[in-house]
């Protein structure tokens, strides 16, 4: 059974740090592609970052860029999502997600991620 299960996240200041974890289970992560997508109140889900399982690229969304870091841990099987100096508008439900099919993460297309983790709320505020 394909599962993916998140860990991490929670209330943190502005300026400071959180890592979040996805690990998975039924699937090796090295052959599929990984994204991770928030959804703030009110608004579309956004994807933010993600590992292309061909090349093994990483992208980065603009909003994102040179604050968070996307790895791979094939030993525990885990995709983790490293946020540096967070702002209270990186406040939203975290989701990672995988992908067998794409080649192309950086579109950012939720429909082509097969399976999600649970989520998890980040919340940046004084």
């Known amino acids: 059974q394909v599962q993916l299960v998140q860990s991490g996240g929670g209330l943190v200041q502005p300026g400071g740090s959180l890592r979040l974890s996805c690990a998975a289970s039924g699937f090796s992560v090295d052959d599929y592609s990984f994204g991770w997508f928030r959804q703030a109140p009110g608004q579309e889900r956004e994807g933010i970052s993600c590992i292309n399982r061909v090349d093994r690229s990483t992208h980065y969304a603009d909003s994102v860029k040179g604050r968070f870091a996307m790895s791979r841990d094939y030993a525990r099987n885990t995709v983790y999502l490293r946020m540096n100096s967070l702002k209270p508008e990186d406040t939203a439900i975290y989701y990672c997600?995988?992908?067998?099919?794409?080649?192309?993460?950086?579109?950012?297309?939720?429909?082509?991620?097969?399976?999600w983790g649970q989520g998890t709320q980040v919340t940046v505020s004084p």
């Open positions: 997600a995988a992908s067998r099919g794409t080649n192309n993460c950086s579109e950012y297309v939720p429909a082509e991620f097969e399976d």
